[in-house]
């Protein structure tokens, strides 16, 4: 090669964090060159990252070979716009995540620190290549590589049992799924058997091989992604990983889930069917409507979270199922509106999800409590940590004018522009499915206000909440990146649109860059300005103007004197910080409203009980109607074969002579 | 942006923040008349507010920043959401900048800064009115949204003032997925404005209290701009309602005559649409919290109700 | 010539040796030596190879073509770091009494003439002389498995000699019919039992009475191979005899016995012009993979959890070479070469966790991470490469056969992958709960032999991401050759 | 066979049909015997058969080195491991009865069965024979298909090394008469084979005996997954 291509300069980053963990593992108890070196190290990488995939994004696509792997098939690799954009998303979240990691990094049993930062770097690293990955063998190796390293991460408190259950149940779900992508990929690449990316494309297949290879992707991918009912390790791995560890999972890991499931359905398969969609819309809504009904009435911090990630990657699905319907029904720039809003989502949740998960990293770190009913009134001790987690449970909830709005207003925008297509059920379909969505974002605004106000705000619950400390200054620093992230993208949604461009013409051959770019940076209008219009920038413009306004002129006109009294006690003298709403308290509506959709298990207090508890657990139902069969019926299986294995000689014999006297018999007859 | 374009966003504005508290106390006044009470006088929502702002406003040992923060957030996010609502002109400088979706995303917006505000000091009644205002909220939300998506399949648009163009200026056709979606509007203004039958405005008996509940702590200016955001919040939605369902009189042109004009036909709607609400609520009668959800799904239902007619009778296809 | 003289003569030389000094000490130091100097001599007869091609020897009853001189080589190098490892190994079991000095000359000597056993067979070119090595191997090891002496190594030693005795008896009868049909054609002298002879005429061979051979040699190899339902020995000689003589039983046994069935198969395949011998070992390579995977879930020990284990690999090695063509046995001679590698490893570590733990219950086994690291991860890293997690070398073997799977018996591929998902959910959950928790081992008396354990993975490690080129196209050749 | 076949096949040729008719009966035999001495003897005269088969062979196709493993034959399985078995049974006092798993007429049934099934494997074997000796190989194979029957059936650890070894003799029955003979490499390799094998099970027997007080390999059923 003559002169560095970007798509070397990707290889040398990903090289960079493989050295950067070599470096850590040489050096495994040294604290100080892990926290303060090494991971502010891999910081600076992601941004570089970040850098060369915005680059990327409008270069034309570049082809690797490297010379290793299978014989006969070396590693393939491609840098195209939708693999920088996903890219850029993995450079710009693990920026802020690995330097608020150098902050988070405790002395601590676990894991040694050099070993954590070794497999923090290779699950990076391996993210990367699953990016760039062109044929079978390479994306199969980063995709189990990337499973692994995880699932070291995930349990490197491998002391407690619930963790290491939690690991196990990852690691199984996540293999089964690989394995569901390699037949997905041997079906693509037919009777030729070649298994490069670009052997797929060329390869036609008809009939329903087509539909069989999408199905099986769904499957494999939607393991990753937490589709229902494949979501079951989601809630188990989130809170058993370290904070950051649980950011990278849900803010990036899971995205990739997504790109693999882009690239086969729009790169790899040429014709679409709309059905697929509506499976993926539907599967969507459903995973959605799970996520968000079970994070509401979550008691742990990071589970409510990690539900919450399952609802959005049942939104991401919904758009996604969308693009398939528009695409399959020669509706490109429906179909590029779509597939904006669902990439759009990709990004703005793994910002506000990373900055949320990372938040809960630092309470965890000033508390020791994952339980939402012992936190609480941290927003006067960890005022940082507050704010900023302010403006994630802001965007999380889809509220003007933060990032999250932005991409469900144009998910809302391209469910509502549907009417004309062929199919008489999906015109009534899809508006109603866009009240659904209508539905699940407002409920996630409720389950946000309870996770914000329950832990940050009102009296600690506990006493030594009191003690509690702001996080440290890298932790801010990360904090901050992603904060910051979460508004810019709010405030500038076109800037984003002309990104997205290239990548939705890639893959649906139409770009909204030409509508929405002609109003102006400040001014959102995907179709036209009279059709459809959103301005966050006067949005936020008005508002921040009106405030001090309003401010100034009560004071001027006024007065601005404040007294500090006791809270009025509504004449209920001794008001404690228990009598506060908790956790369960605050989900109980929701628990009572759609009870049909929980499994639970509860005790209610008698009136004459000295020592009066009440119980009310929640578990996920498809655990007991999908997962506990399964077990079972594996079991009643090995049951049935162990019984060959009796221990007897003889009978031995028996099989040997009865194996022997068949084959003859089979033979001459 | 023409120079007439911003006169009539001003004077939206303006015409907002002087109307609403009249009109809030136009609907006690009716409400108290229909209740055979000597009525509060119309203004009386004025002399509260300025009562409070002469006040000292006290605050609890535990208030954070974000207590104090969250009136002004409420207030200026309501009043921009009254600029949105088209209510004399359709021309307004603000139309482009918040179409129906954002306008529900700003109200949400609100919602959660009280609701966070409600939980902030830490006293029982405080929380537990947070989260019947979020659990009435999140199932009013999507309804009001599916309302908008009903008239925006109308007029293929989702941007308010082509809406209310659109519905104000065709030739009179009939149509009936409009008469669902009022309905359902009404009840979700209703719920949305603390009103009865989903909350009493005027209750202080702490257990069947929801916003009440929730501004316990609040006293002074920053209750005074409560009060007034909250009133803000019904006349944005009663403009909204009669935006949307009887949009007659609303200019495209935003010359003062036509202005005017609208004005006087806008105060005559409000004083017929301020009785109507006063009969509903004192025809009908408070409800136990958990029947709001069943209150609500059937205004969901009525929505999605008037979205498939819309589709079956009047999409032509 | 001389290379190979070494490589046959080097191991015999230090069993006879062993037998008369095996219970003085410095015995494992010349056992290692031994097995170093095998492997030198291996190495060179390799280069040799490599550098000249196939060639025959002692009047042609011994051979050295692509497909055995690497299964030497391997052979020769999982000989050397067995006994490495066996050094530490066999004096923690001393030290803790439970092997006399006697028996620890039997050990040694028996471990050199096992390998001296396992070199014959692969390099003989005379189908008796194959055999006898075969049984010769069975004898040995039949007397490493009971070197306990305790009810339980008997029983096990009992049941595998009579077992694979009986079954190996079948693959005379075998031997003798092929060599029956083939002295029709090669007459008396001829040669009739020398492979390269009757590779040379095997299409004029009768194809009835070689059919009938191929079934009986397939019985009878493929009871020491532990395809099932022959394979009831193996769990029990695994779990019961010392770890290093499990290591090479899954190790080299196994592989040695399969090389004995695609020698016969190539003949048979060459005979019938038909697809027998492959669906042969199609199905019973299936059925191989599928009932072991049912068992793992149910097993108490560790040892015998990894020899179902090698049960399943063998299993699919045996289907992908019944499958045959170019990339299937290539890809079955890959997943000889990591699987031996592989499984010596984790029996390496088994065998340092149990001695650690004072036992081999997997319930009683926790938290040696903790303990001592290096044999956790060891044992971790083994075991997910051994379930087929890249960037090991399992994985890409198992990712041809799956593919050619895929593409030739798309039937077969559900089976394969359930039966693979099974194991993975069964071993792994196992062995998580050793590596992982808190500790229940003590730390061993003397430090442990670690580096046949790392050195094996980072083979397997290596040929996941990167096969030699010379390496590749030597199992290229040995693939075309088996065809 | 009719009688203008039976003309056919010369003196030598008829001989070695005898003894593999021999051989045949004593298989039945022994899988009928219960008493463990008898066996033993059995087992013995098998060996004389073999030997004398072996003989007639060598002698009609001069071929020296049959000479060599009639020989071997005549000193390994006459006398040799006749004499080590009884020793053994004096040592280790197991002169009782051997009950079987199945009854005996049972398992004389699935003998004939397995006869029967070996004639037909064997048959294109014996048509494309070039021997004189036709049938050899079918008896054979029936011969070892009965040793591995008695194998099954014995629950006793000595009969079962008598089991194995007669499965043996059923092979080199095949080896020397069926095809002439091996090359005697091979047959030098699995006599010896034969040879320690049997020492090394003359050590086990104490050993067993040892450990679990009795020579029942019912004992020995430990290792089990169910």
Same mark, same amino acid.
């Given at each position: 090669?003559?002169?560095?291509?970007?798509?070397?300069?990707?290889?040398?980053?990903?090289?960079?964090?493989?050295?950067? &963990?070599?470096?850590?593992?040489?050096?495994?108890?040294?604290?100080?060159?892990? %926290?303060?070196?090494?991971?502010?190290?891999?910081?600076?990488?992601?941004?570089?990252?970040?850098?060369?995939?915005?680059?990327?994004?409008?270069?034309?696509?570049?082809?690797?070979?490297?010379?290793?792997?299978?014989?006969?098939?070396?590693?393939?690799?491609?840098?195209?716009?939708?693999?920088?954009?996903?890219?850029?998303?993995?450079?710009?979240?693990?920026?802020?995540?690995?330097?608020?990691?150098?902050?988070?990094?405790?002395?601590?049993?676990?894991?040694?620190?050099?070993?954590?930062?070794?497999?923090?770097?290779?699950?990076?690293?391996?993210?990367?290549?699953?990016?760039?990955?062109?044929?079978?063998?390479?994306?199969?190796?980063?995709?189990?590589? =990337?499973?692994?390293?995880?699932?070291?991460?995930?349990?490197?408190?491998?002391?407690?049992?619930?963790?290491?259950?939690?690991?196990?149940?990852?690691?199984?779900?996540?293999?089964?799924?690989?394995?569901?992508?390699?037949?997905?990929?041997?079906?693509?690449?037919?009777?030729?058997?070649?298994?490069?990316?670009?052997?797929?494309?060329?390869?036609?297949?008809?009939?329903?091989?087509?539909?069989?290879?999408?199905?099986?992707?769904?499957?494999?991918? &939607?393991?990753?992604?937490?589709?229902?009912?494949?979501?079951?390790?989601?809630?188990?791995?989130?809170?058993?990983?370290?904070?950051?560890?649980?950011?990278? =999972?849900?803010?990036?890991?899971?995205?990739?889930?997504?790109?693999?499931?882009?690239?086969?359905?729009?790169?790899?398969?040429?014709?679409?069917?709309?059905?697929?969609?509506?499976?993926?819309?539907?599967?969507?809504?459903?995973?959605?409507?799970?996520?968000?009904?079970?994070?509401?009435?979550?008691?742990?911090?990071?589970?409510?979270?990690?539900?919450?990630?399952?609802?959005?990657?049942?939104?991401?699905?919904?758009?996604?199922?969308?693009?398939?319907?528009?695409? %399959?029904?020669?509706?490109?720039?429906?179909?590029?509106?779509?597939?904006?809003?669902?990439?759009?989502?990709?990004?703005?949740?793994?910002?506000?999800?990373?900055?949320?998960?990372?938040?809960?990293?630092?309470?965890?770190?000033?508390?020791?409590?994952?339980?939402?009913?012992?936190?609480?009134?941290?927003?006067?001790?960890?005022?940082?940590?507050?704010?900023?987690?302010?403006?994630?449970?802001?965007?999380?909830?889809?509220?003007?004018?933060?990032?999250?709005?932005?991409?469900?207003?144009?998910?809302?925008?391209?469910?509502?522009?549907?009417?004309?297509?062929?199919?008489?059920?999906?015109?009534?379909?899809?508006?109603?499915?866009?009240?659904?969505?209508?539905?699940? %974002?407002?409920?996630? &605004?409720?389950?946000?206000?309870?996770?914000?106000?329950?832990?940050?705000?009102?009296?600690?619950?506990?006493?030594?909440?009191?003690?509690?400390?702001?996080?440290?200054?890298?932790?801010?620093?990360?904090?901050?990146?992603?904060?910051?992230?979460?508004?810019?993208?709010?405030?500038?949604?076109?800037?984003?649109?002309?990104?997205?461009?290239?990548?939705?013409?890639?893959?649906?051959?139409?770009?909204?860059?030409?509508?929405?770019?002609?109003?102006?940076?400040?001014?959102?209008?995907?179709?036209?300005?009279?059709?459809?219009?959103?301005?966050?920038?006067?949005?936020?413009?008005?508002?921040?103007?009106? =405030?001090?306004?309003?401010?100034?002129?009560?004071?001027?006109?006024?007065?601005?004197?404040?007294?500090?009294?006791?809270?009025?006690?509504?004449?209920?003298?001794?008001?404690?910080?228990?009598?506060?709403?908790?956790?369960?308290?605050?989900?109980?509506?929701?628990?009572?409203?759609?009870?049909?959709?929980?499994?639970?298990?509860?005790?209610?207090?008698?009136?004459?009980?000295?020592?009066?508890?009440?119980?009310?657990?929640?578990?996920?139902?498809?655990?007991?109607?999908?997962?506990?069969?399964?077990?079972?019926?594996?079991?009643?299986?090995?049951?049935?074969?162990?019984?060959?294995?009796?221990?007897?000689?003889?009978?031995?014999?028996?099989?040997?002579?009865?194996?022997?006297?068949?084959?003859?018999?089979?033979?001459?007859? | 942006?023409?120079?007439?374009?911003?006169?009539?966003?001003?004077?939206?504005?303006?015409?907002?923040?002087?109307?609403?508290?009249?009109?809030?106390?136009?609907?006690?006044?009716?409400?108290?008349?229909?209740?055979?009470?000597?009525?509060?006088?119309?203004?009386?929502?004025?002399?509260?507010?300025?009562?409070?702002? #002469?006040?000292?406003?006290?605050?609890? #040992?535990?208030?954070?920043?974000?207590?104090?923060?969250?009136?002004?957030?409420?207030?200026?996010?309501?009043?921009?959401?009254?600029?949105?609502?088209?209510?004399?002109?359709?021309?307004?400088?603000?139309?482009?900048?918040?179409?129906?979706?954002?306008?529900?995303?700003?109200?949400?917006?609100?919602?959660?800064?009280?609701?966070?505000?409600?939980?902030?000091?830490?006293?029982?009644?405080?929380?537990?009115?947070?989260?019947?205002?979020?659990?009435?909220?999140?199932?009013?939300?999507?309804?009001?949204?599916?309302?908008?998506?009903?008239?925006?399949?109308?007029?293929?648009?989702?941007?308010?003032?082509?809406?209310?163009?659109?519905?104000? #200026?065709?030739?009179?056709?009939?149509?009936?997925?409009?008469?669902?979606?009022?309905?359902?509007?009404?009840?979700?203004?209703?719920?949305?404005?603390?009103?009865?039958?989903?909350?009493?405005?005027?209750?202080?008996?702490?257990?069947?209290?929801?916003?009440?509940?929730? $501004?316990?702590?609040?006293?002074?200016?920053?209750?005074?701009?409560?009060?007034?955001?909250?009133?803000?919040?019904?006349?944005?939605?009663?403009?909204?309602?009669?935006?949307?369902?009887?949009?007659?009189?609303?200019?495209?042109?935003?010359?003062?005559?036509?202005?005017?004009?609208?004005?006087?036909?806008?105060?005559?709607?409000?004083?017929?649409?301020?009785?109507?609400?006063?009969? $509903?609520?004192?025809?009908?009668?408070?409800?136990?919290?958990?029947?709001?959800?069943?209150?609500?799904?059937?205004?969901?239902?009525?929505?999605?109700?008037?979205?498939?007619? #819309?589709?079956?009778?009047?999409?032509?296809? | 010539?001389?290379?190979?003289?070494?490589?046959?003569?080097?191991?015999?030389?230090?069993?006879?040796?062993?037998? /008369?000094?095996?219970?003085?000490?410095?015995?494992?130091?010349?056992?290692?030596?031994?097995?170093?100097?095998?492997?030198?001599?291996?190495?060179?007869?390799?280069?040799?190879?490599?550098?000249?091609?196939?060639?025959?020897?002692?009047?042609?009853?011994?051979?050295?073509?692509?497909?055995?001189?690497?299964?030497?080589?391997?052979?020769?190098?999982?000989?050397?770091?067995?006994?490495?490892?066996?050094?530490?190994?066999?004096?923690?079991?001393?030290?803790?009494?439970?092997?006399?000095?006697?028996?620890?000359?039997?050990?040694?000597?028996?471990?050199?003439?096992?390998?001296?056993?396992?070199?014959?067979?692969?390099?003989?070119?005379?189908?008796?002389?194959?055999?006898?090595?075969?049984?010769?191997? +069975?004898?040995? +090891?039949?007397?490493?498995?009971?070197?306990?002496?305790?009810?339980?190594?008997?029983?096990?030693?009992?049941?595998?000699?009579?077992?694979?005795?009986?079954? *190996?008896?079948?693959?005379?009868?075998?031997?003798?019919?092929?060599?029956?049909?083939?002295?029709?054609? /090669?007459?008396?002298?001829?040669?009739?039992?020398?492979? +390269?002879?009757?590779?040379?005429?095997?299409?004029?061979?009768?194809?009835?009475?070689?059919?009938?051979?191929?079934?009986?040699?397939?019985?009878?190899?493929?009871?020491?191979?532990?395809?099932?339902?022959?394979?009831?020995?193996?769990?029990?000689?695994?779990?019961?005899?010392?770890?290093?003589?499990?290591?090479?039983?899954?190790?080299?046994?196994?592989?040695?016995?399969?090389?004995? *069935?695609?020698?016969?198969?190539? /003949?048979?395949?060459?005979?019938?012009?038909?697809?027998?011998?492959?669906?042969?070992?199609?199905?019973?390579?299936?059925? +191989?993979?599928?009932?072991?995977?049912?068992?793992?879930?149910?097993?108490?020990?560790?040892?015998?959890?990894?020899?179902?284990?090698?049960?399943?690999?063998?299993?699919?090695?045996?289907?992908?070479?019944?499958?045959?063509?170019?990339?299937?046995?290539?890809?079955?001679? /890959?997943?000889?070469?990591?699987?031996?590698?592989?499984?010596?490893?984790?029996?390496?570590?088994?065998?340092?966790?149990?001695?650690?733990?004072?036992?081999?219950?997997?319930?009683?086994?926790?938290?040696?991470?903790?303990?001592?690291?290096? *044999?956790?991860?060891?044992?971790?890293?083994?075991?997910?490469?051994?379930?087929?997690?890249?960037?090991?070398?399992?994985?890409?073997?198992?990712?041809?056969?799956?593919?050619?799977?895929?593409?030739?018996?798309?039937?077969?591929?559900?089976?394969?992958?359930?039966?693979?998902?099974?194991?993975?959910?069964?071993?792994?959950?196992?062995?998580?709960?050793?590596?992982?928790?808190?500790?229940?081992?003590?730390?061993?008396?003397?430090?442990?032999?670690?580096?046949?354990?790392?050195?094996?993975?980072?083979?397997?490690?290596?040929?996941?991401?990167?096969?030699?080129?010379?390496?590749?196209?030597?199992?290229?050749?040995?693939?075309?050759?088996?065809? | 066979?009719?009688?203008?076949?039976?003309?056919?096949?010369?003196?030598?040729?008829?001989?070695?049909?005898?003894?593999?008719?021999?051989?045949?009966?004593?298989?039945?035999?022994?899988?009928?015997?219960?008493?463990?001495?008898?066996?033993?003897?059995?087992?013995?005269?098998?060996?004389?058969?073999?030997?004398?088969?072996?003989?007639?062979?060598?002698?009609?196709?001069?071929?020296?080195?049959?000479?060599?493993?009639?020989?071997?034959?005549?000193?390994?399985?006459?006398?040799?491991?006749?004499?080590?078995?009884?020793?053994?049974?004096?040592?280790?006092?197991?002169?009782? @009865?051997?009950?079987?798993?199945?009854?005996?007429?049972?398992?004389?049934?699935?003998?004939?069965?397995?006869?029967?099934?070996?004639?037909?494997?064997?048959?294109?074997?014996?048509?494309?024979?070039?021997?004189?000796?036709?049938?050899?190989?079918?008896?054979?194979?029936?011969?070892?298909?009965?040793?591995?029957?008695?194998?099954?059936?014995?629950?006793?650890?000595?009969?079962?090394?008598?089991?194995?070894?007669?499965?043996?003799?059923?092979?080199?029955?095949?080896?020397?008469?069926?095809?002439?003979?091996?090359?005697?490499?091979?047959?030098?390799?699995?006599?010896? @084979?034969?040879?320690?094998?049997?020492?090394?099970?003359?050590?086990?027997?104490?050993?067993?005996?040892?450990?679990? @007080?009795?020579? @029942?390999?019912?004992?020995?059923?430990?290792?089990?997954?169910?």
């Amino acid at each position: 090669m003559s002169q560095l291509l970007l798509i070397d300069w990707v290889l040398i980053t990903a090289l960079g964090w493989l050295s950067i &963990g070599m470096v850590g593992v040489a050096f495994p108890r040294n604290f100080i060159l892990n %926290s303060r070196i090494l991971y502010p190290l891999g910081a600076v990488g992601g941004l570089v990252l970040a850098l060369i995939a915005l680059t990327g994004i409008f270069a034309s696509p570049q082809i690797r070979i490297l010379p290793l792997g299978m014989p006969g098939l070396p590693f393939h690799l491609r840098l195209d716009a939708l693999s920088s954009f996903f890219l850029l998303l993995l450079g710009t979240a693990s920026a802020g995540i690995s330097i608020y990691a150098a902050g988070y990094l405790r002395k601590g049993d676990g894991t040694a620190p050099g070993l954590q930062c070794l497999l923090y770097h290779v699950f990076l690293a391996s993210m990367a290549f699953v990016m760039l990955a062109d044929d079978g063998y390479a994306f199969m190796v980063a995709w189990e590589t =990337m499973a692994l390293s995880s699932f070291f991460l995930v349990t490197s408190e491998h002391r407690h049992a619930e963790i290491r259950r939690a690991g196990y149940l990852y690691l199984l779900v996540a293999h089964v799924g690989a394995v569901g992508i390699l037949l997905s990929f041997g079906v693509m690449a037919g009777v030729e058997g070649d298994y490069t990316f670009d052997a797929m494309r060329d390869f036609s297949s008809h009939g329903f091989w087509p539909t069989i290879a999408f199905l099986l992707a769904l499957f494999g991918f &939607g393991a990753k992604a937490g589709i229902l009912p494949l979501h079951i390790w989601l809630p188990e791995a989130h809170p058993a990983a370290p904070s950051p560890v649980s950011a990278m =999972m849900s803010g990036v890991m899971l995205k990739t889930a997504i790109y693999g499931m882009l690239r086969v359905s729009f790169d790899l398969l040429h014709a679409q069917i709309w059905w697929w969609g509506v499976l993926l819309l539907l599967l969507g809504l459903a995973t959605a409507l799970f996520g968000v009904v079970f994070s509401a009435i979550q008691t742990d911090m990071k589970r409510l979270l990690a539900y919450s990630s399952i609802e959005n990657i049942g939104l991401i699905f919904l758009g996604f199922g969308l693009t398939l319907i528009f695409k %399959s029904f020669m509706l490109p720039h429906l179909a590029a509106l779509a597939l904006t809003a669902t990439l759009y989502h990709c990004l703005n949740h793994a910002f506000f999800k990373s900055l949320l998960f990372l938040c809960t990293g630092s309470v965890l770190h000033a508390t020791r409590e994952r339980n939402l009913g012992k936190l609480g009134g941290l927003i006067h001790r960890m005022p940082w940590v507050t704010w900023l987690a302010l403006i994630g449970v802001l965007a999380a909830s889809g509220l003007p004018p933060l990032n999250g709005f932005a991409s469900e207003w144009l998910l809302l925008q391209s469910f509502l522009f549907t009417s004309g297509l062929p199919q008489g059920y999906l015109n009534m379909l899809l508006p109603v499915i866009a009240g659904a969505v209508a539905l699940i %974002s407002a409920f996630a &605004g409720f389950t946000m206000v309870k996770f914000f106000g329950i832990v940050f705000l009102g009296q600690p619950r506990e006493e030594k909440l009191t003690q509690a400390h702001d996080a440290g200054r890298l932790e801010r620093i990360g904090l901050l990146w992603l904060g910051v992230g979460c508004i810019l993208l709010g405030l500038f949604p076109n800037v984003v649109i002309v990104l997205l461009d290239p990548v939705t013409r890639l893959l649906v051959g139409s770009g909204l860059r030409g509508t929405a770019g002609s109003h102006g940076w400040w001014l959102l209008a995907p179709i036209s300005q009279d059709r459809a219009s959103y301005s966050p920038a006067i949005f936020l413009g008005s508002i921040v103007i009106f =405030m001090p306004l309003v401010y100034w002129a009560v004071k001027r006109f006024y007065h601005g004197r404040l007294k500090r009294v006791p809270a009025w006690d509504c004449g209920f003298p001794l008001q404690t910080a228990r009598m506060q709403d908790t956790a369960e308290g605050f989900g109980q509506p929701i628990r009572r409203i759609f009870s049909p959709f929980f499994k639970r298990t509860r005790e209610h207090p008698s009136p004459f009980d000295s020592q009066p508890r009440y119980l009310s657990i929640v578990e996920d139902p498809f655990w007991y109607w999908l997962y506990l069969p399964i077990a079972k019926i594996v079991e009643r299986g090995t049951q049935l074969i162990a019984f060959l294995q009796q221990g007897r000689i003889a009978l031995y014999l028996l099989y040997s002579f009865i194996t022997l006297l068949s084959l003859l018999v089979l033979t001459r007859g | 942006m023409n120079f007439y374009a911003l006169f009539a966003q001003l004077l939206a504005l303006v015409t907002a923040l002087i109307l609403a508290p009249i009109l809030n106390g136009w609907v006690n006044q009716c409400r108290a008349w229909m209740q055979n009470r000597t009525a509060p006088p119309l203004l009386q929502t004025y002399y509260t507010v300025s009562k409070l702002l #002469h006040k000292d406003a006290l605050l609890a #040992h535990n208030a954070s920043s974000l207590f104090r923060v969250a009136p002004y957030a409420i207030f200026s996010c309501l009043a921009l959401a009254s600029a949105i609502v088209p209510t004399l002109s359709t021309e307004l400088i603000f139309s482009p900048a918040a179409d129906a979706i954002a306008l529900v995303g700003l109200f949400a917006l609100a919602r959660v800064f009280i609701a966070l505000a409600g939980m902030d000091v830490g006293t029982a009644f405080g929380s537990l009115g947070s989260r019947r205002e979020m659990l009435i909220g999140f199932l009013a939300e999507p309804a009001l949204l599916l309302i908008f998506f009903t008239t925006s399949l109308i007029s293929q648009s989702t941007s308010l003032s082509t809406i209310v163009a659109t519905l104000a #200026h065709r030739d009179f056709v009939i149509y009936p997925s409009l008469a669902f979606a009022g309905v359902a509007f009404t009840m979700v203004s209703l719920a949305e404005n603390a009103r009865i039958p989903i909350d009493n405005p005027t209750t202080h008996l702490e257990l069947t209290m929801v916003h009440e509940a929730m $501004i316990l702590e609040y006293s002074g200016r920053h209750l005074a701009l409560i009060e007034w955001a909250a009133s803000l919040k019904l006349f944005a939605y009663s403009c909204l309602g009669l935006a949307l369902f009887f949009p007659v009189g609303i200019t495209e042109v935003a010359d003062p005559v036509s202005l005017a004009m609208s004005g006087v036909i806008l105060v005559m709607k409000l004083a017929i649409g301020g009785f109507m609400m006063a009969l $509903i609520e004192t025809l009908s009668a408070k409800m136990r919290i958990f029947r709001a959800p069943e209150f609500l799904g059937t205004a969901f239902l009525l929505a999605v109700l008037a979205m498939l007619v #819309h589709l079956l009778l009047e999409s032509g296809k | 010539m001389i290379e190979l003289a070494c490589v046959l003569s080097i191991p015999f030389v230090t069993a006879l040796l062993l037998g /008369l000094f095996g219970h003085r000490r410095g015995a494992a130091e010349l056992n290692s030596a031994g097995s170093l100097f095998t492997l030198l001599a291996a190495g060179m007869l390799t280069i040799r190879v490599i550098r000249d091609g196939p060639m025959t020897l002692f009047d042609e009853q011994f051979f050295v073509d692509p497909l055995n001189v690497f299964l030497i080589a391997l052979t020769a190098f999982v000989g050397l770091t067995t006994s490495l490892f066996s050094r530490p190994y066999m004096r923690v079991e001393h030290d803790h009494g439970r092997l006399s000095a006697g028996r620890l000359r039997l050990y040694h000597s028996m471990f050199q003439m096992f390998m001296c056993t396992m070199l014959v067979a692969l390099s003989t070119n005379n189908l008796g002389i194959l055999w006898v090595a075969m049984e010769t191997a +069975t004898l040995t +090891t039949v007397l490493l498995v009971a070197l306990y002496r305790t009810p339980a190594s008997l029983e096990a030693a009992w049941k595998y000699f009579i077992l694979c005795g009986v079954g *190996i008896a079948q693959a005379l009868f075998g031997t003798i019919l092929i060599y029956f049909a083939a002295e029709r054609v /090669l007459g008396h002298e001829g040669g009739a039992l020398l492979w +390269t002879h009757l590779d040379a005429v095997k299409d004029q061979l009768e194809p009835t009475v070689l059919s009938l051979a191929f079934v009986f040699l397939f019985i009878g190899y493929g009871t020491k191979t532990g395809l099932v339902p022959l394979h009831n020995w193996l769990p029990d000689a695994h779990a019961e005899g010392p770890t290093p003589v499990s290591a090479v039983l899954s190790g080299l046994l196994l592989n040695v016995a399969l090389y004995a *069935i695609i020698r016969s198969k190539v /003949l048979v395949d060459g005979a019938l012009e038909s697809h027998f011998a492959g669906n042969l070992m199609i199905g019973f390579g299936l059925l +191989t993979v599928v009932v072991p995977a049912f068992y793992l879930s149910r097993q108490k020990d560790i040892k015998r959890l990894f020899g179902y284990s090698s049960i399943e690999h063998m299993g699919l090695i045996t289907f992908a070479f019944g499958m045959g063509g170019p990339v299937a046995s290539y890809a079955g001679l /890959l997943h000889m070469t990591v699987h031996s590698l592989t499984k010596s490893a984790i029996f390496f570590a088994v065998g340092h966790a149990a001695q650690m733990a004072g036992t081999q219950i997997i319930d009683d086994i926790k938290g040696l991470l903790r303990q001592s690291p290096t *044999i956790g991860w060891g044992l971790m890293l083994g075991t997910l490469a051994i379930l087929g997690m890249p960037p090991f070398g399992v994985f890409t073997s198992e990712f041809m056969i799956l593919t050619t799977a895929i593409k030739h018996y798309p039937w077969a591929t559900p089976i394969l992958l359930t039966a693979l998902g099974v194991a993975f959910a069964a071993m792994f959950g196992m062995v998580q709960g050793m590596v992982f928790g808190k500790p229940t081992v003590r730390p061993l008396p003397h430090n442990p032999a670690l580096l046949p354990v790392f050195a094996h993975l980072g083979l397997v490690l290596m040929l996941g991401v990167w096969i030699p080129p010379y390496l590749a196209d030597w199992y290229r050749q040995a693939a075309k050759f088996i065809g | 066979m009719n009688p203008s076949l039976i003309q056919a096949i010369p003196l030598s040729g008829q001989v070695i049909n005898l003894c593999a008719a021999l051989m045949l009966l004593l298989g039945f035999a022994m899988l009928s015997q219960r008493r463990i001495l008898a066996l033993i003897n059995l087992f013995m005269m098998q060996g004389v058969v073999l030997f004398v088969s072996t003989l007639v062979v060598a002698l009609t196709t001069n071929q020296h080195h049959l000479l060599w493993s009639a020989g071997l034959t005549l000193v390994l399985k006459v006398i040799a491991l006749p004499y080590i078995l009884h020793r053994l049974i004096r040592r280790l006092s197991v002169k009782w @009865d051997i009950e079987t798993l199945f009854n005996i007429p049972t398992t004389m049934l699935v003998g004939i069965v397995l006869v029967v099934i070996a004639f037909n494997v064997a048959q294109p074997i014996s048509q494309m024979s070039g021997t004189i000796t036709r049938s050899t190989i079918g008896i054979a194979l029936a011969c070892v298909l009965l040793a591995f029957l008695m194998l099954i059936t014995r629950s006793k650890a000595v009969p079962q090394v008598v089991a194995f070894l007669a499965m043996e003799n059923g092979l080199f029955f095949a080896a020397t008469s069926a095809t002439y003979g091996m090359p005697m490499v091979v047959e030098l390799g699995i006599a010896l @084979d034969v040879m320690v094998g049997m020492v090394i099970l003359g050590v086990f027997f104490f050993q067993i005996r040892q450990q679990f @007080d009795s020579l @029942d390999i019912r004992h020995m059923e430990r290792f089990k997954d169910k």
